[in-house]
T-cell receptor, first 110, second 115 residues
Framework: GQQVMQIPQYQHVQEGEDFTTYCNSSTTLSNIQWYKQRPGGHPVFLIQLVKSGEVKKQKRLTFQFGEAKKNSSLHITATQTTDVGTYFCAVIQGAQKLVFGQGTRLTINP | DAGVTQSPTHLIKTRGQQVTLRCSPK?????VSWYQQALGQGPQFIFQYYEEEERQRGNFPDRFSGHQFPNYSSELNVNALLLGDSALYLC????WGGGLSTEAFFGQGTRLTVV
């Protein structure tokens, strides 16, 4: 089945700096979803991308799906302390089975 | 509108024991999937239930079993617990017919510690 590799594993930034996490696959992906998990919490759905080259924005968050549909990125502009958490990409396989990347843990120095 | 609810929130068990975790899906959802999340890792798919049948299964041994009830709620059972079964167990609910546009809603999880 499809697997996704996520980098970096950890990222520490100063509040106000930008943050980017990348999700890569060796095979073409039919879709990609992004989730955020706050410390001690559960994954919360952020967005789904399905089209080649798709770019979606949610306030300070920008999500991209590569032209070849083999990679995706999540970029946060001007991080805030509320952005702390682990960001996961995930692919739907079969009937709604989610295959998650390893996640990028974001910590922020206020 | 209640979201996904799981019980218990925390559990401590001894090696060799059996455990049952419970999940009630979001109102209107008919599909329940279970995930195991070890510390510092991404969630790993265990299995999925729809219409009271297991529809998909991940790479987990037969010690992990489940059930779905007519009201769509679900149970995850783990027999002969091992120390390595210590993890956060997440339940996710969705709509079976949602296809690629389906968003999964996760419960708060059950933190299982095996000692």
């Amino acid at each position: 089945g499809q697997q996704v590799m996520q980098i970096p594993q950890y990222q520490h930034v100063q509040e106000g700096e930008d943050f980017t996490t990348y999700c890569n696959s060796s095979t073409t992906l039919s879709n990609i979803q992004w989730y955020k998990q706050r410390p001690g919490g559960h994954p919360v759905f952020l967005i789904q991308l399905v089209k080649s080259g798709e770019v979606k924005k949610q306030k300070r968050l920008t999500f991209q799906f590569g032209e070849a549909k083999k990679n995706s990125s999540l970029h946060i502009t001007a991080t805030q302390t509320t952005d702390v958490g682990t960001y996961f990409c995930a692919v739907i396989q079969g009937a709604q089975k989610l295959v998650f990347g390893q996640g990028t843990r974001l910590t922020i120095n206020p | 509108d209640a979201g996904v609810t799981q019980s218990p929130t925390h559990l401590i068990k001894t090696r060799g024991q059996q455990v049952t975790l419970r999940c009630s899906p979001k109102s209107g959802h008919d599909t329940v999937s279970w995930y195991q999340q070890a510390l510092g890792q991404g969630p790993q798919f265990i299995f999925q239930y729809y219409e009271e049948e297991e529809r998909q299964r991940g790479n987990f041994p037969d010690r992990f079993s489940g059930h779905q009830f007519p009201n769509y709620s679900s149970e995850l059972n783990v027999n002969a617990l091992l120390l390595g079964d210590s993890a956060l167990y997440l339940c996710a609910s969705s709509l079976w017919g949602g296809g690629l546009s389906t968003e999964a809603f996760f419960g708060q999880g059950t933190r299982l510690t095996v000692v």
